[in-house]
């Protein structure tokens, strides 16, 4: 019976779900406001709400019960607590292999296509497996952590000591299961650096560039990363480059002193970091240049929503021609900080390719930066974030 009124819980929930803030926030604000439930309540009510958004716009016709149950059986390897839900064709249909449950799930449900799920087809980047890529909403994502340099050993020795379960994708990149208890494990931003596998691949066009400027009598490269976040670009930019001088802004106040914290953790102390609305038609160019100018856009995020799956029920495809304006606005007004034979990294979390090969063109006809290289980060098969990178030089 208890996980029957888990079932009414979550329906309820989601019945009053509107979107208007993420999901962890909302259900957050409902168990504080409703002491009743345990730690192990919260736990499984989340779970359902989750699997519920995971299924996306899959299946219309079904009550919200039935969508539930639908997607815990998909978004699971094994019926786990809630057997006392399904009757037992399902049951006995419960395989391990993703493949295997949706075949099942076709047969109970004539029209049901994993492609519905992600109801954006026609937007997104011609080189995604969009079938693959639909399909990985059903799975949450690793927690991916990058190791810097030096702590390679001493990480990998605590992780076993722990017996935590973890994978080795690359030297410097570790997955775990995305509730992974790690922070008191290990030294945050200074031995490893939470990002996701996409994120960390990055890296590979810093070398890029190191490898473009072997010949260059500078030894030091100027970085300006102009929508810095949280830093973790920049952080990787450190790692990667060595001697850097840098700079980082952002719109947000609040966060460049979240920045602050996690720089001082990570021992990058020597950085200038300013405040600014690059995307304002206000907007003055400063008198500094810079070799490379990191340009991590704000974006729909869509790469990301196997983390945050609401985001599919109730984002409309007019937002992506906002974002497409906004980061060609942004685009505009920071290519003249970049100094002759310097480069320009623009990065998305987006599949959408007006956000991504869309704004490659128009950077191409309105600013005449030579395009070195542009590809999309494809998450979807390694259980991590989607995103897209392109490198250009001045």
């Known amino acids: 019976m208890r996980f029957h009124a888990y079932l009414n819980t979550a329906k309820t929930l989601l019945q009053n779900y509107n979107g208007s803030e993420p999901l962890n926030y909302y259900l957050k604000n409902y168990f504080s406001s409703h002491k009743k439930h345990g730690s192990k309540d919260r736990k499984f009510i989340s779970e359902l709400c989750y699997c519920y958004c995971r299924i996306g716009k899959a299946l219309p016709q079904l009550t919200i019960e039935e969508k539930i149950k639908t997607a815990l059986f998909l978004c699971n390897t094994q019926v786990n607590n809630w057997q006392d839900l399904f009757e037992n064709n399902w049951l ?4 391990k292999e993703l493949s295997k449950r ?11 296509n994993v492609e519905d799920i992600f109801p954006f087809k026609n937007e997104v980047s011609e080189s995604i497996d969009f079938t693959a890529f639909a399909k990985a909403h059903l799975i949450q994502p690793n927690l991916f952590l990058r190791v810097r340099p030096h702590y390679t050993n001493s990480v990998i020795e605590k992780l076993k ?10 030297d410097t990149c570790i997955a775990l299961p995305n509730a992974s208890k790690i922070n008191e494990l290990l030294n945050i931003n200074k031995e490893v650096v939470i990002q996701d596998y996409s994120s960390q691949q990055i890296s590979k066009y810093f070398t890029l560039i190191q490898s473009l400027e072997k010949n260059s009598n500078s030894s030091v ?6 929508c810095a976040a949280s830093g973790g670009k920049s952080i990787l930019a450190k790692d990667i480059l060595g001697n850097i001088q840098l700079t980082v802004s952002d719109i947000r106040k609040n966060i460049l002193h979240n920045l602050q914290k996690r720089f001082n953790e990570a021992d990058i102390k020597n950085y200038h970091s300013f405040v600014a609305d690059i995307a304002s038609k206000n907007w003055k160019p400063f008198q500094a240049k810079f070799k490379i100018v990191i340009c991590d856009v704000p974006c729909s995020g869509s790469g990301t929503w196997s983390r945050t799956p609401e985001q599919i029920l109730f984002f409309s495809t007019e937002k992506i021609k906002e974002y497409a304006t906004l980061q060609k606005n942004i685009v505009s007004n920071v290519v003249s900080q970049i100094e002759n034979g310097g480069y320009f990294l623009y990065i998305t979390c987006s599949v959408f390719k007006a956000e991504n090969e869309g704004v490659v063109s128009f950077i191409q006809e309105k600013h005449s930066l030579q395009l070195i290289q542009f590809e999309v980060l494809k998450g979807y098969d390694k259980e991590a974030d989607s995103m897209f990178v392109a490198l250009f030089k001045k």
Do not use: V
Not at 102 to 112: D, R, V
Not at 221 to 226: A, E, G, H, R, S
């Open 102 to 112: 949706i075949e099942f799930i076709k047969s109970e449900f004539e029209n049901f």
């Open 221 to 226: 490269f100027t970085i300006w990363d102009c």
């Open 92 to 95: 006995d249909n419960w395989h």
């Open 161 to 170: 000591k722990a017996e935590l379960n973890f994978k080795i994708l690359h």
